[in-house]
């Protein structure tokens, strides 16, 4: 004969151990309405008497909060997720969720179809957000019951508060090391147009070379090593006498030292190059490559923490970014 199977204790179970009704014992469990200090007394000592463990995601879609915690990326096709950028936010985010019993998903939302976001926001499911790399048209349509419960990882609006890197500061500092070890025709590859954020590091670019009285010399890119690779090349074609490209993103720069090896090029001797991001491969690629610093880990944390706990968190909260200078520049 087996073993019986020892059942959890229910809701029913502590409400009938405590002499209330459910609905009282839910109230006082899910720490939401009235109940008088008796009563709480009583829930409370038949619940630990009882061993009951409370179903945080049914006690959250009864109090309309959800059960999950959105990562919503925003851009041009579900390729991002492929991105290690977003890896390392959903798993900061799944971190900070895990105490609170909420889990973590993860969606693609095309930059033509606030809809979606609007949807997300009608689902009771969804706790919070969190949107990335997002456009101000997104921003705009994010339904009136989840204000207080999106934050953004890059521009913000009067209802939805921004968590960022200091993207122009770490520019800033990239670009001062470049001109401090004597590079004068400096190039860069940006980040995509559509990106709000992304032009920050570019006027950034363009203030100090007009300042130094410098050229400006600028080709789009995407974030990605391929088109880094093209725009390298794109650079040399252009304008042959450069000597340093300053790339948006590591990825970018690792793909520009790539190409401009196959072209023969050596960086740094006849080329410097450098990027943004400081990635975990940056600090051992050939040559190892100068950067600046993105923490990504803690700008997610920060901006969880805040959805989670619903912090009054300010319009735009700035994380900065440091120079990490290595062989490549």
Known sequence: MGTPTTRSATLDDVARAAGVSRATASRVLGGYGFASPDARDRVAAAADRLGYVPNTAARALVRGRGVRLVV??????????????????????????????????????????????????????????????TTQAMLDAVPARMHGRVISIGIGSPVVPSFDVDNAGGAEQVLRHLYAGGHRRIAMITGPRWLTCAERPVAAYRSLMRAAGLPERVVRGDFTAAR???????????????????????????????????????????????GFDDIPYAAVSSPPLTTATHPVARIATAAATAVLEELAAPPVTAFPSTLVARESA
């Not at 900070?96 to 889990?103: E, N, S, Y």
């Not at 939302?109 to 976001?117: G, I, T, Y």
């Not at 689902?123 to 790399?133: P, Q």
């Open 72 to 133: 919503a990326v925003v851009g041009r096709d579900d390729t991002l997720f492929d991105d290690p950028y977003v890896d390392r936010v959903v798993s900061a985010a799944a971190r900070v969720c895990a105490p609170h019993g909420l889990g973590v998903t993860l969606e693609w939302l095309s930059r033509r179809a606030p809809a979606d976001l609007r949807r997300l926001g009608d689902d009771r499911s969804v706790h919070g957000m969190l949107l990335v790399n």
């Open 228 to 274: 880094g690779g093209r725009a390298a090349l794109e650079v040399l074609d252009t304008w042959p006498d450069t000597d340093a490209i300053y790339a948006a993103s590591d990825a970018t720069a690792l793909g520009a030292i790539a190409a401009l090896r196959r072209r023969g090029v050596e960086v740094p001797h006849d080329v410097a190059v450098a």
